[in-house]
């Protein structure tokens, strides 16, 4: 595909159905070039005929755009013990999406090969056959590196990357990826033409990962393993952090650090609607802290609020060191809407440099718990087409 080609692609991905004088304003090519290359991707099937569109005065241009039954995309996000499944047309825009596949995958071939015939069975089972499917986004928990195809989270084998795996059995291009940055795709694409070319994606959830997007594009890092922010040594409380170190930000401000600050409590006599299930079981889990929180529980949202201060103290520096336009939080633990952005925003205005922080915006995920499985099949999309 040409860069023409793409430069076409790329306009109507981010502005809908174009004209012919659309392409050849924005592109900087001439009319007859632009009108020869539309013709060319009509004829390959990815573009279509879209009609005419009103103008203020003379004759109507036809407009150009995607053509949805161009073929598809699958987006799989793997969580701890379930994966999302999302599938995508040409232009987009998500047909299915089947949540909570329960799942445990384990770092062997045995266990990849059944996920593989999985994903294919919910895909058939969506109605849409598998030679239409040209690509494939697999997002996964830990550090990925998504240019060789390996996690350390998964890891199988020094000869063999993930992403060869998965491809091999799934037949179709596949493309591996951390799920925050999965997610940050997601909600980059999803906001358009309101897209700020700078932003940070956090994702709150049972850790605290981070995806960023500078001047429109994915920051991957050297090796390709940006957005450690959950273990930032930025707190002094000698809590070990899963990653073995002392004082990540993660063990102030994740879905772990709640279970665990809200057990303490409970230990210590507090009293709280958790503490029956604590008695019972001896133990409780993010999703028992959390319904506690949707049903107003004092103990759990003075916990998600304590969250949302670290995390904003966390948010404070980032802004000062990258100066965004735009943070968004996602991840399970966003149902605390007010309770965790109230104690957000205060951290951020006391922290942050006022200068540096008052063309920031700070706001929740709109794609919610389907914003990885979504940016998964938009990343394949971008890969398969070499728009990146």
């Not at 007859?32 to 539309?38: D, L, Q, S």
């Not at 003379?58 to 999302?84: E, K, M, S, W």
């Not at 232009?91 to 999985?118: T, W």
């Not at 279970?259 to 409590?265: A, G, P, V």
Request: net charge neutral; aromatic share 8%; glycine share 12%.
């Amino acid at each position: 595909m040409t860069d023409e080609q793409k430069g076409i692609i790329k306009q109507c991905i981010r502005n809908g159905a174009c004209s012919i004088a659309d392409f050849s304003r924005n592109l900087g090519i001439s009319v007859p070039t632009a009108t020869k290359i539309v013709s060319n991707l009509i004829e390959d099937g990815f573009l279509q005929d879209c009609g005419k569109v009103g103008t203020s005065g003379g004759r109507r241009p036809n407009t150009y755009g995607l053509n949805p039954d161009a073929g598809y995309f699958v987006g799989v996000d793997i969580a701890r013990q379930h994966f999302h499944i999302a599938i995508s047309d040409f232009k987009g825009e998500i047909r299915f999406y089947i949540q909570d596949i329960p799942f445990v995958l384990e770092a062997n071939a045995d266990s990849f090969r059944v996920m593989c015939r999985q994903i294919r069975q919910q895909v058939s089972a969506s109605g849409i056959d598998w030679s239409k499917i040209l690509g494939v986004g697999i997002s996964l928990t830990g550090r990925v590196n998504p240019e060789k195809g390996f996690s350390l989270s998964y890891f199988v084998s020094d000869d063999i990357p993930l992403g060869d795996i998965f491809q091999r059995e799934l037949e179709a291009p596949v493309n591996i990826e951390n799920d925050s940055r999965a997610m940050t795709y997601g909600e980059y694409m999803s906001l358009g033409n309101k897209a700020d070319e700078d932003m940070i994606f956090i994702n709150l959830s049972w850790g605290l990962g981070m995806g960023i997007i500078v001047d429109g594009h994915l920051y991957y890092g050297k090796s390709g393993f940006s957005g450690e922010i959950g273990h930032f040594p930025m707190l002094d409380n000698d809590i070990i952090c899963r990653c073995g170190k002392i004082g990540c930000l993660e063990t102030g401000a994740s879905g772990s650090a709640l279970t665990r600050w809200i057990k303490e409590r409970l230990k210590e006599g507090r009293r709280s609607s958790l503490w029956q299930i604590y008695k019972e079981v001896g133990d409780i889990s993010l999703q028992n802290v959390l319904d506690a929180v949707e049903n107003e529980d004092v103990l759990a949202i003075e916990g998600i609020g304590q969250i949302g201060e670290t995390l904003g103290r966390g948010i404070a520096g980032l802004i000062n060191v990258f100066n965004p336009g735009l943070v968004v939080i996602g991840g399970r633990l966003i149902v605390g809407r007010d309770y965790l952005m109230l104690p957000i925003r205060a951290a951020v205005n006391k922290l942050s440099l006022s200068k540096v922080s008052a063309d920031t915006k700070i706001q929740f995920s709109r794609l919610g718990r389907s914003a990885a499985a979504k940016g998964d099949c938009l990343l394949s999309r971008a890969k398969v087409l070499n728009l990146l």
